[in-house]
T-cell receptor
Framework: GAGVSQSPSNKVTEKGKDVELRCDPI?????LYWYRQRLGQGLEFLIY????????KSGLPSDRFSAERTGESVSTLTIQRTQQEDSAVYLC?????????????FGPGTRLTVL | RKEVEQDPGPFNVPEGATVAFNCTYS??????FFWYRQDCRKEPKLLMS???SGNEDGRFTAQLNRASQYISLLIRDSKLSDSATYLC????????????FGSGTRLSIRP
C-alpha cells in the first residue's frame, strides 16, 4: 500500500516568504508527527496530532510555525516569514494507534532552503 | 543535559565484528523506546522496539535498563549493509506524548 507522502520534495524560497508543507499519512493512521532535521544533525520533534488535535505545541520553534490536520488525514506545516535558520529537511511520520507507542512510518521529507 | 544522549561515533568496525551502542535518557517517566536506522539522505525506519525484558531480532539485540536509564543495541556479525546512523527514540507521556530522538550514532562497516 501507499506510504507516507510529502510535498513538495524540495522547496527553495526567499527569506521572508511564507511556505506550506504538506503531509499525506498512511490511511487509517491516527497519529501524525512533524520533525525537523538540519544537515548532519538528529531529528527535532516539532508537533504531533492525535486525530485532528495537537495536544502539545511547545515543540514548535517559534510563533512563525503552525500546523493543522483535517479529516484525520492530511496535515500542513506552515512557516511564515521564513528565515535562513529554517533551512532543513522537514519529515512527517504517521503511526497507528496512540502516539508514541507504535512504529512511526516516515515520509521522504521536504528539503527547505531559505536563501 | 540532553534528554536523550548518544555517542555520535563514528564507529568504524570490520565486517563480522560485534558492535554495541548505548543511549541514555534523563526522564524516568519514559515509557516506550525504539531504535531507528537512517541511511544517508533517507528517512528513518524502525529497526526494533525495545522491551523491558530485552528482545532479539536476528543479529540485533536491544536491551532496556530502567534503573540506569539507558537502552542498548548490539549488532553481531556485522555486515557492510549495516552501515548507517542508528537513532535512539524515547517517548514519555505527561499531559501529552513527548517523543525525543537522539542525535544518532554513525556506524561504518569496512570490508
Amino acid at each position: 500500500g501507499a506510504g507516507v507522502s510529502q510535498s513538495p520534495s524540495n522547496k527553495v524560497t526567499e527569506k521572508g516568504k511564507d511556505v506550506e508543507l504538506r503531509c499525506d499519512p498512511i490511511s487509517g493512521h491516527t497519529a501524525l508527527y512533524w520533525y525537523r532535521q538540519r544537515l548532519g544533525q538528529g531529528l527535532e520533534f516539532l508537533i504531533y496530532f492525535q486525530g485532528n488535535s495537537a495536544p502539545d505545541k511547545s515543540g514548535l520553534p517559534s510563533d512563525r510555525f503552525s500546523a493543522e490536520r483535517t479529516g484525520e488525514s492530511v496535515s500542513t506545516l506552515t512557516i511564515q516569514r521564513t528565515q535562513q535558520e529554517d533551512s532543513a529537511v522537514y519529515l512527517c511520520a504517521s503511526s497507528y494507534g496512540t502516539s508514541g507507542y507504535n512504529e512511526q512510518f516516515f515520509g521522504p521529507g521536504t528539503r527547505l532552503t531559505v536563501l | 543535559r540532553k534528554e536523550v544522549e548518544q555517542d555520535p561515533g563514528p564507529f568504524n568496525v570490520p565486517e563480522g565484528a560485534t558492535v554495541a551502542f548505548n543511549c541514555t535518557y534523563s526522564n524516568s517517566a519514559s515509557q516506550s523506546f525504539f531504535w531507528y536506522r537512517q541511511d544517508c539522505r533517507k528517512e528513518p525506519k524502525l529497526l526494533m522496539s525495545v522491551y523491558s525484558s530485552g528482545n532479539e531480532d536476528g543479529r540485533f539485540t536491544a536491551q532496556l535498563n530502567r534503573a540506569s536509564q539507558y537502552i542498548s543495541l548490539l549488532i553481531r556479525d556485522s555486515k557492510l549493509s549495516d552501515s548507517a546512523t542508528y537513532l535512539c527514540v524515547v517517548n514519555f507521556y505527561s499531559s501529552a506524548s513527548k517523543i525525543i530522538f537522539g542525535s544518532g550514532t554513525r556506524l561504518s562497516i569496512r570490508p
